[in-house]
């Protein structure tokens, strides 16, 4: 499966503005949102023949390109795709997203629409793109917008086709945007010299344009490694478009892989798509969970099973003796040591302890026995 996420759509005029003059009095005003555009028969039928030649190539899905210069303003923005689709003739197997680019200048550093309060706005488009011409909005797109979230840029384009890329490719900022999961597009169409940028950021044409184009994808493969790299068309005439293949062969002379190659307009593209199916969850969840519950859980309710007869409810509840049987319950007296020793009193002594002077008399006692036997025995014997 090959895919092409840059097929641009001409631009049209809004319908209340076709053939009605400014007056002077609306000069200062803001302008009102345009109610709907119209496509002419004659670019319905060219978007027709591009779409049928892409299919012929052998690509499957492709985005059409909406491009808003500067800022993206609520009251003033329309969407163009919807009534684009709507007039398109259905094929199968074919899968058309829309995709909107917003080319950034320094009048968008200060901000170019990309907030919360224009989210519903946002959430028209399957895929968000942003081209820097300024060092500021390069970082801004690389740091802040290309974190997951309801905004989160996809695809960062880069002007190829301007005589020099405006901004430096920091190895810290390209780091951080592939780590966020965003890609980088290379548009082959400045490789065969097409008049003007395919992104809009009016580039030059013919041999200039090839040589710059080289020069800038040089760089772009060199800085990312080939990593998240994404090759798209971005071409205005039906002459220009090539096959798969032919892009793949394209970019091996830029110093990519046959792998690479082939997965820049493959897997690339394809993981772009399926990460832009978060930005409509929360916290780039894959798809949003739903709680299914059971009918049986909902319908059926607890019962409470019934107690046996044989045992009775007081059976079932513990015992407590009562105060007047703790009374007359007898004290167990304090068990003996098993070592044979008596306890000691509180006093520290054996409960057979004597005082010292008994034991002293009770020895001289004895001793005087003993001397009045031997005084006997002498008598005796004498």
Request: hydrophobic share 35%; net charge positive; charged share 20%.
């Amino acid at each position: 499966m090959f895919i092409d996420l840059n097929v641009p759509v001409p631009t049209v005029v809004p319908r209340h503005t076709q053939g009605q003059p400014q007056s002077k009095k609306s000069k200062g005003k803001q302008q009102s949102a345009p109610d709907s555009v119209a496509f002419t028969p004659a670019q319905i039928s060219a978007i027709e023949s591009r779409i049928d030649l892409l299919v012929h190539l052998g690509y499957t899905t492709f985005a059409l390109n909406q491009i808003a210069q500067r800022k993206v303003d609520a009251k003033t923005h329309i969407n163009v795709l919807d009534p684009l689709l709507a007039q398109l003739r259905r094929r199968t197997n074919v899968v058309i997203l829309k995709r909107i680019t917003i080319v950034l200048d320094e009048e968008s550093e200060k901000g170019f629409g990309l907030t919360t309060q224009n989210a519903p706005l946002f959430e028209q488009y399957d895929i968000i793109a942003l081209l820097p011409t300024t060092q500021t909005t390069f970082s801004q797109a690389c740091l802040s917008h290309s974190a997951p979230s309801p905004l989160t840029t996809h695809i960062i384009a880069l002007p190829l086709a301007l005589p020099r890329l405006p901004f430096h490719l920091k190895h810290t900022l390209v780091r951080t945007a592939l780590r966020n999961g965003a890609a980088f597009e290379i548009c082959y169409a400045g490789a065969l010299g097409a008049e003007g940028d395919p992104c809009g950021s009016g580039g030059e044409g013919g041999g200039a344009a090839k040589r710059n184009w080289w020069a800038g994808a040089r760089e772009v493969v060199r800085v990312t490694k080939g990593a998240g790299v994404l090759v798209s068309g971005g071409v205005v005439n039906d002459a220009d478009l090539r096959s798969p293949r032919d892009v793949g062969n394209l970019l091996t002379i830029l110093g990519l892989a046959q792998n690479v190659a082939h997965d820049a307009n493959s897997s690339v593209p394809r993981t772009q798509i399926l990460r832009a199916q978060t930005r409509r969850t929360y916290r780039a969840v894959l798809s949003e969970p739903k709680v299914i519950i059971p009918e049986n859980m909902i319908t059926s309710q607890p019962t409470l099973l019934p107690l046996p007869e044989s045992e009775p409810t007081s059976a079932l509840l513990p015992t407590v003796p009562s105060s007047a049987a703790q009374a007359d319950a007898p004290t167990s007296e304090p068990e003996a040591p098993q070592n044979g020793k008596k306890r000691r009193l509180n006093g520290g002594e054996d409960e057979d302890t004597q005082p010292q002077g008994a034991a002293t008399e009770g020895k001289e006692d004895s001793t005087m026995r003993k001397r009045k036997k031997k005084k006997t025995r002498e008598n005796v014997t004498g």
